[in-house]
């Protein structure tokens, strides 16, 4: 797959100009940014995976019930849409390479604290901030990415930024399944810390956005004269409401709910279904979370594919499809074989779906409003991902979630194909 940044051919700089080092010169690369924004997204799909899967050891250990554990889903993951609405406002106004500094120094420490929780108390503040970090990181470097990239093959670029997600969970699904049985989750969280604190110090070397530097040179120039329109410049979560952002909002908001709706049921509460009403020892279900990581891997790689070659809704909607069959077999089926096949398949069109989201929703905005337009979006439908968990461990305190998955997760599939089929298309948009 060949992926072409728009920054990686450096024209001879111009006289009196900084000449980068070799190490801050291979950062400006567009390979190696993509790599260093795409770890972001690895250390969310562990976290979230080893908070999840680990889920049933941490309820013992603290004497937590079903019900009460959902109740810390609940509250901790509001932390993501907090981060998600507010963080992306700086970035918008003071560069997106200095907010994800930030997003992931937080990752790292509060990650690295979940590990020494002793009540429910400490667990769920550790956990907000956590989530906070990984809220605010994922639309910044997307939007990132998105300003840095070639239109023909971003798709591909962002499938394969968000891939880290799946790359992620399949680390951390390893993990439990041969460190957990023997050492306990609370080391669990150690290992998820430490590699978090080195991609701080390379994310230093990252050059910032070319387009939201040409953006702040604008405005600059523009309050030099004193414009009409800048006296008028609205804030930037104002911007996205105007009539002509108005329908790109609606449309990714509803995606982005609809989503995190079919998505954040089954990543919370499937490790605990499986344990729980199949009866599965927690090794097997780390090897069953290996292969949801693989159908992860494989629909976030293959969204961009089809994304370029069909288009941005098509693609949607052929996930969305997909997500509605396989929710409806998983919660179904009882062949230990065919639920391996049905979790691959929920995590093929899971990755598909978000791995379209944020294509899509970076070229729905302008740049003088895009990392908030992603945030919104993302931050809107991350309140789905924080109520969902709730809502299954009330419904089903017994953990048997089976039809559950299947009537909640495919409805709000169903939902995401009738917005996509409304929404406008952006496929090969230029970003202004």
Not at 384 to 401: D, E, K, Q, R, Y
Request: some cysteine; glycine content about 12%; charged content about 10%.
């Amino acid at each position: 797959m060949t992926i072409e940044s728009d920054e990686t051919t450096i024209a001879h700089p111009p006289v009196g100009a900084t000449v980068p080092g070799r190490f801050t010169g291979a950062m400006a690369g567009g390979a190696a940014g993509l790599i260093l924004v795409q770890m972001g997204w690895v250390f969310a799909g562990m976290d979230y995976t080893i908070y999840s899967s680990a889920l049933p050891l941490i309820l013992a250990d603290l004497h937590i019930s079903i019900p009460t554990g959902g109740l810390i889903f609940f509250l901790s993951l509001q932390g993501t849409w907090i981060g998600s609405l507010l963080v992306p406002v700086i970035a918008d106004y003071f560069g997106r390479r200095r907010a994800m500094m930030g997003n992931i120094l937080l990752y790292a420490l509060t990650t690295g604290a979940v590990a020494f929780a002793a009540s429910s108390a400490y667990l769920t503040a550790a956990r907000f901030l956590v989530n906070f970090g990984i809220g605010a990181e994922q639309p910044i470097g997307a939007t990132y990415i998105a300003e840095r990239w070639n239109p023909k093959t971003r798709a591909r670029a962002m499938g394969f930024m968000q891939s880290g997600f799946a790359i992620g969970l399949l680390f951390a699904s390893l993990l439990l399944a041969t460190i957990a049985p023997r050492y306990g989750w609370r080391p669990l969280f150690l290992i998820g810390a430490i590699p978090a604190l080195l991609v701080v110090g390379f994310r230093f070397f990252l050059p910032e956005s070319e387009k939201w530097k040409e953006h702040q040179e604008q405005k600059k120039r523009a309050q030099a004269e004193e414009t009409k329109e800048t006296k008028r410049s609205p804030f930037t979560m104002g911007q996205l409401f105007s009539p002509s952002l108005r329908k790109a909002t609606i449309v990714g908001t509803i995606l982005l709910l609809a989503g995190n709706t079919a998505g954040g049921g089954i990543l919370a509460w499937a490790p605990t279904y499986l344990k729980v009403a199949r009866g599965l020892d927690i090794g097997t279900v780390g090897w069953f979370g290996v292969v949801q990581a693989l159908g992860l891997l494989f629909g976030y790689n293959m969204s961009g594919v089809v994304s370029d070659w069909t288009s941005r809704r098509v693609s949607l909607m052929i996930a969305f499809g997909l997500g509605i069959v396989s929710l409806i077999a998983f919660g179904l089926v009882t062949n230990l074989v065919l639920v391996a096949v049905a979790i691959f398949m929920v995590g093929a069109a899971l990755g598909g779906q978000f791995g379209n989201f944020i294509t899509y929703l970076s070229e729905l905005f302008p740049t003088a409003s895009r990392a908030t337009g992603v945030g919104w979006c993302m931050g809107i439908g991350l309140v789905a991902w924080s109520i969902v968990p709730l809502v299954l461990g009330l419904l089903a305190p017994s953990g048997n979630f089976g039809t559950l998955f299947a009537i909640l997760g495919g409805t709000a599939c169903l939902i995401g194909i009738i917005a996509a089929y409304f929404g406008p298309e952006t496929k090969g948009k230029v970003l202004d």
